[in-house]
Structures are given as structure tokens and as C-alpha cells.
């Protein structure tokens, strides 16, 4: 259980296109998906925080305007880097927070995609 | 606010040996979760390990253990009997108070097991 798919796994853009990376809860429901980023050999660097039905809300130094990050439901959260450059490359790994059901308490453990690694040309 | 520190770039291992990875933290909540995650070089993050801050006993996954020594707010990461499939970041990260904060992570270790 408590699986995430991201995909795709990997996509190349030209300069100045825009590119979509959908993370989806397969087995259960998250009230709450994060964005990351991950450049090579570094930690991950959280972008943004978003829920579902609501807008997302952006770590500082995070442009809006260039990562456009939906979460229409409950399973699925989509990040667009617009109008691309090769300073966007990178990696891109979303998580989950399931939505809970029941009184037991919750340990905050997150359930990751697999990742995104975009190179723009 | 809160910091965690990985102070080890890399490690060594051989097969079969016991390796500590190293993870310390700061914090002002009262209550936090400590957590392990392992990325192979395919980049997905893998959850091994959780422990509270009021968990009487250290945490233990098969393998994993957790070392956890809340007055010198450390929470190491033992792996027990080295396999080469452990080869990979580890990253140590917590979360606050409550179950609903954000992670915060640190910048991870790299270990490598060698036959």
C-alpha cells in the first residue's frame, strides 16, 4: 500500500516549453503533496506545500509564475515548469501525506514519487 | 525552526559489517519524529525508519535500528550486516509537533558497500 507514481520519469525540453509532472496517490487518498526539488548530490529542497481544493503555497525564493502547481484532487497533484531554461534542470520528486481515516495517530511519514529529472536544452 | 545535520559525506562498508550514519538535530518543539529515508541512484526516496520523541525504546526495522539520544539530540542510523543493495544516499530528517508539519531534511550521506 501507500504507493505514489510521478510521471514521467525523465523528459527533455527544448528552451522556453513548458513541461507537466503529475504525482498520483494509487491507493489512497492525500490531503496534502509536496514538491521538491533535488539538484545532483544534494538534499532535497521543498518548493511547495500544496492541498487539495486550494491554492498552493510556495517556499520562499520559489517563483509561482514559473512552477504552477495544481492538486484538483485527491489523488492527483501536477507541477508545470514554465517557459523552461536549462538553469530548471534538475530533479523533481513530489510526496504524499495520506489522508487518515481513523483516531490512531499519525507519525507524519511521507510517501514519495519516484522522481522527475528534466533537462531543458 | 528546526536543523538537521549530517556531518558524514560518504561512508565505507564492507559486506556483512555493521555502519552507523551519523544525525543529529535542533529543534524547540516539545514533540518531533525522526525519520530515515534511503535514495538509490533511480532517486525514489524509501521510508526505513521512525522514531518519536517519547518512544521509550529506540526504533528498529529489521536491519535498521535507531540510535536515539534525545539529550544529545542524535538519532543515528545503524545498519546491521551490510548488503551491496545498501549502497545509496541516506537522508535523516524530522518533522515537528505535529504529525501535519513539513520535513525538514539533511543534506544525507553516502554510503557504498563494497564485496
Known amino acids: 500500500g501507500a504507493v505514489v507514481s510521478q510521471h514521467p520519469s525523465w523528459v527533455i525540453c527544448k528552451s522556453g516549453t513548458s513541461v507537466k509532472i503529475e504525482c498520483r496517490s494509487l491507493?489512497?487518498?492525500?490531503?496534502?503533496m509536496f514538491w521538491y526539488r533535488q539538484f545532483p548530490k544534494q538534499s532535497l529542497m521543498l518548493m511547495a506545500t500544496s492541498n487539495e481544493g486550494s491554492k498552493a503555497t510556495y517556499e520562499q525564493g520559489v517563483e509561482k509564475d514559473k512552477f504552477l502547481i495544481n492538486h484538483a484532487s485527491l489523488t492527483l497533484s501536477t507541477l508545470t515548469v514554465t517557459s523552461a531554461h536549462p538553469e530548471d534542470s534538475s530533479f523533481y520528486i513530489c510526496?504524499?501525506?495520506?489522508?487518515?481515516?481513523?483516531?490512531?495517530?499519525?507519525?507524519?511519514?511521507?510517501?514519495f514519487g519516484e522522481g522527475s529529472r528534466l533537462t531543458v536544452l | 525552526a528546526q536543523k538537521i545535520t549530517q556531518t558524514q559525506p560518504g561512508m565505507f562498508v564492507q559486506e556483512k559489517e555493521a555502519v552507523t550514519l551519523d544525525c543529529t538535530y535542533d529543534?524547540?518543539?516539545?514533540?518531533?519524529?525522526l525519520f530515515w529515508y534511503k535514495q538509490p541512484s533511480s532517486g525514489e526516496m524509501i521510508f526505513l525508519i521512525y522514531?518519536?520523541?517519547?518512544?521509550?525504546q529506540n526504533a528498529t526495522e529489521g536491519r535498521y535500528s535507531l540510535n536515539f539520544q534525545k539529550a544529545r539530540k542524535s538519532a543515528n542510523l545503524v545498519i546491521s550486516a551490510s548488503q551491496l543493495g545498501d549502497s545509496a544516499m541516506y537522508f535523516c530528517?524530522?518533522?515537528?509537533?505535529?504529525?501535519?508539519?513539513?520535513?525538514?531534511f539533511g543534506k544525507g550521506t553516502m554510503l557504498l558497500v563494497s564485496p
Open positions: 530528517a524530522m518533522r515537528g509537533v505535529s504529525g501535519y508539519s513539513t520535513l525538514t
Open positions: 522514531q518519536g520523541s517519547y518512544d521509550q
Open positions: 529543534t524547540s518543539d516539545p514533540s518531533y519524529g
Open positions: 510526496s504524499a501525506r495520506p489522508k487518515l481515516t481513523s483516531g490512531r495517530g499519525y507519525t507524519g511519514e511521507l510517501f
Open positions: 491507493d489512497f487518498q492525500a490531503t496534502t
